[in-house]
T-cell receptor, first 115, second 111 residues
Framework: DAGVTQSPTHLIKTRGQQVTLRCSPK?????VSWYQQALGQGPQFIFQ???????QRGNFPDRFSGHQFPNYSSELNVNALLLGDSALYLC??????????????FGQGTRLTVV | GDSVTQMEGPVTLSEEAFLTINCTYT??????LFWYVQYPGEGLQLLLK?????DKGSNKGFEATYRKETTSFHLEKGSVQVSDSAVYFC??????????FGTGTSLTVIP
């Protein structure tokens, strides 16, 4: 089992550009969440996708959007990048939490640097 | 709102020393509590969890007890090793839909 896989591992973008990050959940998981971890901080919840729809969203602007595909993989898109968007972006997968907590697994993350 | 406050670091200990990292939480309802560990350049790994009051989570010599009366979930280990050097995050979740993390405590263990 490959666990949660994210790509790319590192990325450098220029202010104002757009970026897409990708995540493949752990086998058998149908729910994907995204977190932003700024340097020296704990991860902050961006949003969660289940059944190809955004189910819950944290306190992030609309520049942050996502998508979930029928195979449960997911993308995080960030438009009009700001320097402050530089962070480690973590993807987490789980089996629908509505069925009871069964474990959330995190990927290694994508390190985004905005210059 | 829900939140987690954990002891600020960095923490530096000698090998075989006793470790305590304090964590307190604020939440409505009945959250589950977690400790995650992050090694350099890696993502988060679940270290241990507790899902109800008075539960003790344990793994790899680490322990934490869910104390509802003090809203705490302190992480302890009796004898740390160099390989325990990492950043430790306390977190809570009520449904598994969203985790609230503390700011992390960096631990360095020196031989």
């Amino acid at each position: 089992d490959a666990g949660v896989t994210q790509s790319p591992t590192h990325l450098i973008k220029t202010r104002g550009q757009q970026v897409t990050l990708r995540c493949s959940p752990k086998s058998g998981h149908d729910t994907v969440s995204w977190y932003q971890q700024a340097l020296g901080q704990g991860p902050q919840f961006i949003f969660q996708y289940y059944e190809e729809e955004e189910r819950q969203r944290g306190n992030f602007p609309d520049r942050f959007s996502g998508h979930q595909f029928p195979n449960y993989s997911s993308e995080l898109n960030v438009n009009a990048l700001l320097l402050g968007d530089s962070a480690l972006y973590l993807c987490a997968s789980s089996l629908d939490p509505g069925l009871g907590f069964r474990g959330t697994f995190f990927g290694q993350g994508t390190r985004l640097t905005v210059v | 709102g829900d939140s987690v406050t954990q002891m600020e670091g960095p923490v530096t200990l000698s090998e075989e020393a006793f470790l305590t990292i304090n964590c307190t939480y604020t939440a409505t309802g009945y959250p589950s509590l977690f400790w995650y560990v992050q090694y350099p350049g890696e993502g988060l790994q679940l270290l241990l969890k507790a899902t109800k009051a008075d539960d003790k989570g344990s793994n790899k010599g680490f322990e934490a007890t869910y104390r509802k009366e003090t809203t705490s979930f302190h992480l302890e280990k009796g004898s740390v090793q160099v390989s325990d050097s990492a950043v430790y995050f306390c977190a809570l979740s009520k449904t598994g839909n969203q985790f609230y993390f503390g700011t992390g405590t960096s631990l360095t263990v020196i031989p």
